[in-house]
């Protein structure tokens, strides 16, 4: 039987073992690993009001997607929307003070996977080979 050594193939291999991981690792939480990276943006951006609409451009998801994620995540209680101060037909989402403490409790598991994903590079390769995800990530066009 032949391998496939295609690096899209490969990404897409690590991606899915990875999600698989982390969702099997979050699922106590009751968070998926899309909603962690939400929240992770989110935390990033803590006292600010985050419009819905980057939340799809820095996604590179639809509107119905962030939608769906922003509204499981404000059922549990971790965000907040509400009406643009800006622009009365956009919504905002910010996270509650819930939400910051569950992210913090989930962060550890994102970053132990982070850690397995790369504990095989040397420091060096770890480095070179983030470089090369940025680069390659930033050439193509979603």
């Known amino acids: 039987m032949e391998t496939n050594n295609d690096c899209g193939f490969l990404i897409k291999q690590i991606c899915d073992k990875l999600q698989a991981s982390v969702n099997r690792e979050l699922k106590e939480s ?5 909603q962690v990276r939400y929240l992770d943006y989110l935390c990033t951006n803590h006292l600010r009001k985050v419009p819905m609409k980057e939340l799809e451009m820095v996604f590179n998801v639809s509107q119905p997607t962030v939608a769906g994620i922003v509204n499981r995540l404000e059922k549990k209680g971790l965000v907040k929307t509400q009406q643009s101060e800006e622009d009365s037909r956009a919504k905002t ?4 003070e819930q939400g910051y403490e569950e992210y913090i409790f989930v962060k ?3 970053e132990r996977k982070e850690h397995e994903l790369t504990e095989v590079l040397s420091e060096s390769e770890r480095k070179e080979f983030q470089q090369m995800l940025i680069r390659i990530c930033g050439h193509l066009k979603g």
């Open 30 to 34: 009751g968070l998926t690993f899309s």
């Open 93 to 96: 989402v910010q996270m509650t």
């Open 108 to 110: 550890s598991s994102r």
